[in-house]
């Protein structure tokens, strides 16, 4: 079974600094894996995807994550945050071949101080 | 393009009314996802359709949740009779197929209170 743990709720980091959102899953087969980002009273938005191309996607508003399989993460990465940056992100996994629930994880808020 | 369009964005009922929940999903899309998510539980899946049938309810939480899927271009998820603990926000998603691969697409999703 597919899971995927991300790792803090709540993350704070100053303007201008690295953003290091923490995400590992578990898949039995290859994954796809997401980000996603959710602004208040929104749905959530795709951030990036991984589908076994380049291990290092790069994705929009300047972030990318990069798939290591050794360690089975997926972090997601912006060197300089930025105000509106400020979200709720949420990590997914799904597995390849026919109909796949994706799972998503518990989300983490990502807080930019000025 | 426009993207999924649910309403009412928000609804406010008492214990025990008929709910029903509206989703169009995006022109093309042929899978479609009902989620309720909540500060105690996170985003939870309650059922996914394709082409229109519904492939997977496991996460519909008891018979007093029933969804449909009478054509591609419209959902509805009712709750009958509603309960306080159904308070949430409930999210309909669309996506081009229900592979995996492709990401899914959110509304902006209806805040639901029961009182």
């Known amino acids: 079974a597919q899971s995927v743990t991300q790792l803090g709720s709540h993350v704070s980091v100053s303007e201008g600094a690295l953003v290091l959102l923490r995400c590992n899953y578990s898949s039995s087969v290859p994954p796809y894996l997401f980000w996603y980002v959710q602004y208040p009273n929104q749905g959530l938005q795709l951030l990036l995807k991984y589908t076994s191309a380049a291990t290092l996607v790069k994705g929009i508003n300047g972030f990318e994550a990069e798939f290591k399989k050794s360690e089975t993460s997926f972090h997601l990465t912006k060197p300089s945050a930025h105000m509106s940056d400020a979200a709720e992100y949420f990590c997914?996994?799904?597995?390849?071949?026919?109909?796949?629930?994706?799972?998503f994880g518990t989300g983490t808020k990502l807080q930019v101080i000025p | 393009d426009a993207g999924v369009i649910q309403s009412p964005r928000h609804e406010v009922t008492e214990m025990g009314q008929e709910v029903t929940l509206r989703c169009k999903p995006i022109s093309g899309h042929n899978s479609l996802f009902w989620y309720r998510q909540t500060m105690m539980r996170g985003l939870e899946l309650l059922i996914y359709?394709?082409?229109?049938?519904?492939?997977?309810d496991s996460g519909m939480p008891e018979d007093r949740f029933s969804a449909k899927m009478p054509n591609a271009s419209f959902s509805t998820l009712k709750i009958q009779p509603s309960e306080p603990r159904d308070s949430a926000v409930y999210f309909c998603a669309s996506s081009l197929s229900g592979t995996g691969a492709q990401p899914q697409h959110f509304g902006d999703g209806t805040r639901l209170s029961i009182l």
């Open positions: 359709f394709n082409n229109n049938v519904p492939i997977d």
């Open positions: 997914a996994v799904s597995e390849s071949g026919g109909y796949q629930k994706v799972t």
